[in-house]
Nanobody, 121 residues
Framework: QVQLVESGGGLVQPGGSLRLSCVAS????????MGWYRQAAGEQRELVAD???????NYADSVKGRFTISRDAAKNTVYLQMNSLKPEDTAVYYC???????????????WGQGTLVTVSS
């Protein structure tokens, strides 16, 4: 009913950059917020950054100054520009959206399948 598709992951050297994209589609009445989470091997999933429909943003302390989240509301798309990447950024990155589900008008959290980011020399 609601689909999120991430793209842009891959292998990058320390200090390099990647840009992740996530497109939401399906039975969506509205989107309150979209964000990026990540999960490293053996670790719990954690919030990286999110952005509300009003444009306010929030970042994990570990990525402030290096990552930038942005959105294109007309395309139901959110981006994560990642600069100055470090090995500790290695994780599967998941897109999340807080949406109103059109058939029932109930709130739900939708998740993408994830895209792997590997930072290694």
């Amino acid at each position: 009913q609601v689909q999120l598709v991430e793209s842009g992951g891959g292998l990058v050297q320390p200090g390099g950059s990647l840009r992740l994209s996530c497109v939401a589609s399906g039975s969506i009445n509205s989107i309150y917020a979209m964000g990026w989470y990540r999960q490293a091997a053996g670790e719990q999933r954690e919030l990286v950054a999110d952005i509300t429909s009003g444009g306010s943003t929030n970042y994990a302390d570990s990525v402030k100054g290096r990552f930038t989240i942005s959105r294109d509301a007309a395309k139901n798309t959110v981006y994560l520009q990642m600069n100055s990447l470090k090995p500790e950024d290695t994780a599967v990155y998941y897109c999340n959206a807080a949406v109103v589900f059109a058939p029932t008008f109930k709130h739900l959290d939708a998740w993408g399948q994830g895209t792997l980011v590997t930072v290694s020399s």
